[in-house]
């Protein structure tokens, strides 16, 4: 069965640094997103990217953050300059164009 | 904001019996309700999913029962099993494509 996968599966930076994570959506899946959850408390949607531009985007979501699908497989979540809040599991998901999502097992980053 | 509220915070059930958790929403533009199944260290796995034009749905033991008027919705889990211990979210969503707003989880514990 077709997963979104995501590298690494946890990353350790040190504040004020650049982050990128990384997932490979599922196959001829058409929107793609990025949620966070902070240690336990709910998932809160990031955004999200459908024919090569934002289609969504949160207040969380600021000049901080950008996204990229580099090529026909990867799509990046880039922190420009990590902060101490943006520790948190990072999830990518996609969807092939109804309303299911499905979501990659997370990355966890830990900023220091 | 909170556009999805979810409730219990917390459930601890007997084998066999019946876990229940509730979902309120405010916003009538919401078109499609999910519920998502979390296990340690994993991402969300969608459980069952339900439209607005219908009162129930049922997928093995799982049932989402729907209140248009009253703007609920629930999650319902029959002989409930150990196995069934994780975190479950009630999300809710506009269209296709769009972001999901999370509630804030119910953590289940099926003691065996």
């Known amino acids: 069965e077709p997963e979104v996968t995501q590298t690494p599966s946890h990353q350790v930076t040190q504040m004020g640094q650049e982050v990128i994570l990384r997932c490979v959506p599922i196959s001829n899946h058409l929107y793609f997103y990025w949620y966070r959850q902070i240690l336990g408390q709910k998932v809160e949607f990031l955004v999200s990217?459908?024919?090569?531009?934002?289609?969504?985007k949160s207040e969380i979501f600021d000049d901080q953050f950008s996204v990229e699908r580099p090529d026909g497989s990867n799509f990046t979540l880039k922190i420009r300059s990590t902060k101490l809040e943006d520790s948190a599991m990072y999830f990518c998901?996609?969807?092939?164009?109804?309303?299911?999502?499905?979501f990659g097992p997370g990355t966890r980053l830990t900023v220091t | 904001q909170q556009q999805v509220k979810q409730s219990p915070q917390s459930l601890i059930v007997q084998k066999g019996g019946i876990s229940i958790i509730n979902c309120a929403y405010e916003n009538t533009a919401f078109d499609y309700f999910p519920w998502y199944q979390q296990f340690p260290g994993k991402g969300p796995a969608l459980l069952i999913a339900?439209?607005?034009?219908?009162s129930e749905k049922k997928e093995g033991r799982f049932t989402i029962s729907f209140n248009k008027s009253a703007k609920q919705f629930s999650l319902h889990i029959m002989d409930s099993q150990p196995g069934d211990s994780a975190t479950y979210f009630c999300a809710a969503s506009k269209q296709q494509g769009n972001q999901f707003y999370f509630g804030t989880g119910t953590s289940l514990t099926v003691i065996p």
């Open positions: 990217f459908y024919n090569n531009e934002i289609s969504e």
């Open positions: 998901a996609s969807n092939a164009g109804g309303f299911e999502q499905y």
């Open positions: 339900i439209r607005p034009d219908v």
